[in-house]
């Protein structure tokens, strides 16, 4: 289990220091305590109630097997987020944001497997076929891919959510998920704008003792999230192995069995129907999707797949621009066909289709 969000270990960490007031932005109003020496104090009882709601949305999308990509290019958050993702297997971007990495994945991904390439040309022996001065050129070019893109070579397709320390800093990101729907979670500090943002986490995103203790949070909520997938899959071997060696058994249970349903086929289906129970899918599985989206579609029941199958693009908009402007935007063109395809259980048609199509806008 992940640990307890303690308010005194935030203000230890100086977590509650803001920017200069002049620097402020008139958004984070709710989330600032009080003003003193010309500097912002934030609510450190809010930051623990936003920090523990966007934890659990940050676990949902763990389980459910998306990716989460990390962006923090500022010294002091640097080495804190690669050694503490890196222990959870995420991604994550400490060097210069490579404009387009989003919007313009699959060229992202080319230069990716140029580095694999160039690995496997190491090792069968192409590369020392190579000139002394290719051989060079090769190398410097393989270790500046690395250095960029290294921590981002499992990522095959769009992240399910992106995690900023400092948007102000990376707003070239927060533009790109925007435009492809992707959440995006945050610290925001007092000169942030919140309503970019899906999950905000006021917090100082300059120092780095409060970086750390955002981040010990952050990523063990995703520990637990993928240690719940985990045991899920292997529950769900055992319970297939169990079915296996139960069902000779079962066959003569079956044909006993299918007298006495002769019997009872004339008895109302009433019953039956009552005792069934909502189906509810996981529709972050389709891109553009969030928790919070996810939760609007429930409230206005969607809860699976077929459902919001069968929902048009100016239904779909209407609930969304019902749930405020900020979800308004969204484009929900492309969710019903994603929809129809793992109502049907096209799974891999579906990976396809997504990883062909930028953040599920065709």
């Known amino acids: 289990m992940a640990n307890k969000i303690v308010v005194k270990d935030l203000l230890e960490a100086g977590v509650h220091f803001g920017h200069l007031t002049r620097k402020w932005n008139p958004n984070m109003a709710p989330y600032i305590y009080m003003e003193r020496n010309g500097i912002h104090v934030i609510n450190l009882y809010k930051t623990a109630a936003k920090l523990e709601e966007a934890n659990e949305a940050l676990k949902k999308i ?207 289906t009433e019953t039956k129907t009552e005792a069934a129970t909502v189906s509810v899918d996981d529709l972050t599985k389709v891109e553009g999707i969030g928790p919070k989206i996810s939760e609007i579609f429930q409230t206005a029941g969607i809860n699976s797949f077929s459902d919001l199958a069968g929902k048009t693009e100016e239904e779909l908009s209407t609930i969304l621009a019902a749930a405020g402007s900020k979800f308004a935007s969204k484009n929900p063109a492309s969710w019903p066909k994603q929809a129809k395809m793992a109502a049907e259980g096209k799974w891999d048609e579906l990976k396809e289709w997504q990883d062909n199509v930028k953040g599920g806008i065709e």
Do not use: C
């Open 62 to 268: 763990a389980a459910s097997g998306r990716k989460i990509l990390f962006v923090a290019t500022k010294k002091q958050a640097k080495d804190i987020v690669s050694e503490k993702v890196s222990k959870v297997n995420m991604p994550y971007i400490t060097e210069r944001w490579p404009g387009g990495m989003l919007t313009n994945f699959v060229t992202i991904r080319k230069a990716v497997k140029k580095m694999a390439t160039i690995d496997r040309m190491k090792k069968d022996g192409t590369f020392l076929t190579l000139s002394k001065k290719e051989r060079l050129q090769v190398d410097r070019l393989r270790a500046k891919l690395e250095k960029n893109l290294g921590s981002i070579s499992e990522m095959t397709r769009l992240p399910g959510a992106l995690f900023i320390v400092d948007t102000m800093r990376e707003h070239i990101a927060v533009k790109e998920a925007i435009k492809l729907n992707i959440p995006i979670f945050a610290m925001a500090d007092t000169n942030s704008d919140p309503r970019l943002l899906d999950y905000i986490i006021p917090s100082n995103d300059d120092a780095s003792k409060s970086i750390e203790a955002i981040l010990t949070h952050v990523t063990d909520a995703i520990a637990e999230g993928l240690s719940e997938r985990k045991s899920e899959k292997q529950s769900g071997k055992e319970g297939g192995d169990d079915a296996e060696k139960a069902a000779p058994k079962k066959k003569k249970a079956v044909e006993t069995e299918a007298k006495a349903e002769t019997k009872t086929e004339e008895a109302p």
